[in-house]
């Protein structure tokens, strides 16, 4: 059973590296506006607004100009993860798009998550799960008030 859920998170890593629609959830194809919902090895699409298990929301931690930059104007904000499910969520995949335009186009300026190279974040090394019912915050800095469009991907419990 481990072996199975070590290939289907393999497959899952190599599915969302091409970050395009559809993506692989075990032998399903999920569309745009769909989860991957993994439940003990077992996959399925589900529509976002379906997916109640586990819910993201965007705190604004402040706003300046920074006028070393060109008066350009930042916003740190804060995201939070919320496991709504009596069980740990083992793994999340989070889809960002072009919204995502950290401050210093690196890694300074985002924390607490894993950017992979093609735009999807995921949990850090150091938090390989989220308790039932509890919930992991991680932070960026943007350029701009406009918030980062982020939507679940992938859950997987």
């Not at 959830?25 to 996959?43: A, F, L, T």
């Not at 009596?86 to 072009?98: C, M």
């Amino acid at each position: 059973m481990r072996s199975i859920l070590i290939l289907l998170s393999l497959l899952l890593t190599i599915a969302f590296a091409s970050a395009s629609f559809p993506y692989q959830c075990g032998p399903y194809s999920c569309q745009y506006g769909q989860v991957c919902r993994i439940d003990n090895g077992v996959c399925n699409c589900i529509p976002i607004n379906d997916c109640h298990e586990v819910s993201l929301s965007t705190k604004v931690i402040g706003t300046w100009v920074d006028g070393s930059r060109g008066n350009k104007r930042f916003t740190q904000y804060d995201i939070t993860i919320t496991n709504n499910l009596n069980t740990n969520i083992k793994q999340i995949y989070i889809a960002t798009d072009y919204t995502l335009r950290l401050r210093d186009h690196s890694n300074t300026s985002i924390w607490n998550v894993n950017l992979l190279p093609n735009g999807i974040l995921t949990l850090p090394s150091y938090q390989p799960s989220i308790n039932a019912h509890a919930s992991f915050t991680f932070g960026f800095i943007l350029e701009g008030t406009q918030p980062a469009n982020l939507d679940v991907l992938s859950v997987s419990f």
